[in-house]
């Protein structure tokens, strides 16, 4: 399958998006879309982490269409600088699943990685109460991350191996281990945010990231 080509009359060029009244260095954190080329630059993200397998450009393009309202693109002067790609499990709607994460290695250790999740999070609730990964042992920043989730949100997380190492093909391959991150209670969700903005305002400084739902 193919993206309609140019010339075609559904054919576009990704279209820049819209301004969001960023200031200069602001990393605004919005939902991905096709129109906007977003697939493109989270192909781009995930190859340049380093550590996520590489897979075909359409996949994220197919995310950025179908799976708008369930992933996210984190932005600073107009260039990419994160995405979550996640959906909801058609047998277990309560749940948001997270596929695949990456931050830009240049705005990394900033809590980019927790804004966007606690920022989907927010999005999707009350209708989602879980929120799973899949990490492998080694990736201690990852881990580190999704436990930090956990820990805001005054909630528990199991981990369970869910594929093991052997179930893969080709050279050796660590175990996924299943992180489920819940029951998340929306008031806890709406006090995070406010929690977060309070702080924010005590300290004079400027927000980091800008979460836009657009
Ligand atoms: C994992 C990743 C998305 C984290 O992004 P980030 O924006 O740097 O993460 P944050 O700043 O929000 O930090 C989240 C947690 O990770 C920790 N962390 C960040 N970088 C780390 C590092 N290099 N080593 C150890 N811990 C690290 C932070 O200290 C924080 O934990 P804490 O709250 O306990 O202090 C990023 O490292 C990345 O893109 N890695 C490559 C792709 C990848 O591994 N994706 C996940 C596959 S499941």
Redesign the pocket.
Known sequence: MTLPREGSSSASKPVAAPPQEAEDGLIVVRRPRLEYGDGGAMWRLAIE?G??EENAEYTYHMFSHYFGETSTVAEVDGRAVGFVAGFRPPYRQDSLFVW????DESV???????AMLHGLIRRLSPRIHYLE???TPS????T??FR?IARDLDTGVSEEILFPGDRFHGPSHEDEVLFRIGPIDPERVAEYALRQEQQAAANGIRNLHKVVDS
């Open positions: 982490s550590v996520l695949q994460i990456a931050v990394r250790g900033r809590g980019l990685a927790a990964a899949t990490v990736n201690e920043p990852s580190r991350t930090g």
